[in-house]
């Protein structure tokens, strides 16, 4: 158990930390989010030393010079290369940092709610060693409904269902505590992944991220369009030939090849709520769910997703920032972030001796 004694310093300089999959962001109590960048690196193939972070190096990403490749340290919204995660973080973390403070900072942290220990631990040692004095973690589905409005005080239960690049967490919460959640690493970045090879295996066409990003974002839907002849030209790289090359796609022809994953969220979504003890489900009947993460903001996916599930279905204020807006709360309330804090990282780094309190 944390003591309030240790937490009380947090508040003067403390920072809350949402290292996802596509962005890392960085928020600090009365300021807000102060740093909003893609969750990237751009590394020299040769001396593997890395010359670019976040929106710098997405800038390149496609275009990289020879020798450079950009490459994303967190899959999945866990640790894949300890490495460049822990240089990516300490970058960002010098880089919110107000004033040169040399204090030692404190940080809490989201984490999906089904991370390993392993994992946890890897998230963990990269804070330490990215500079940041002590770190707090709480479970991602939690941070998200803090930061969407639910009361940790509310005893009647809200769902919350956060749809990120790499993952998909849903979280019931009941006063403040996580009464039931699931998560899957399958996100809104495998809608990125179904257009890319549509266009590969039935148009002929290689294209990049940022194509297949535009097209998420600008001209794909979750409903098939009034006008499925719509029609947008998409430009990249000719499978046989290898030239440069360009297609007419039509909004009709995308439209089935989204939705094959956006219903997969939504069976998802389906399927947890099925496992609801009755007041429960009963609350979430009258209340409905609630949408955070990047992936809310896709066109039309709350009116499919409210058809699918037949309940209220609402997007939070600010869906890409609910995490770390809910993390950032926790310094306004040290009795709840000590109650919230799975700081099994102190079990953790004592890995070897179990058993010592
Ligand atoms: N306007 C938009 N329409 C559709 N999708 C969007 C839009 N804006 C962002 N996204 C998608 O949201 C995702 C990023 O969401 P978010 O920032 O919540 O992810 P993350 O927290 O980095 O990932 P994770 O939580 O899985 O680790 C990306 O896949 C991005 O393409
Ligand atoms: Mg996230």
Redesign the pocket.
Known sequence: MLKISSLKKLVTDSMAI?L????TLIAVKDRGVVLDEP?LVAIHEISEEIVAFGQEAADMEGREGRDLVVREP?IG?VVADFEKTKKMLAHFVKKAKSGGSNLAIQAVMSMVSDVTHVEQRALLNAAEEAGIGKVFMME?GLAAAFGAGVLPTDKRASAII?I????TNIAVIAKGSVVHSTSERY???EI?DVIATHLRRHRGLQVGAETT?FL??NFVSTYLPDDISKTIEVRGRDVQTGSPAAVEITSGELYPVVESVVRRIAQLVKDTLTELRPEVAADIYDRGVILT???A???GLDQYLRSFINLPVTVADEP?YA?VLGLVKMFDDLKLLERVARNELNVLQNAEIPFEA
């Open positions: 949402d996802g999959t596509a962005s969750s967190m919204g991602e956060d990120g690049a790499g993952t996100g809104s970045n990125n990003e998420k974002t993460g990047g992936g903001l896709l066109d890409r995490t």
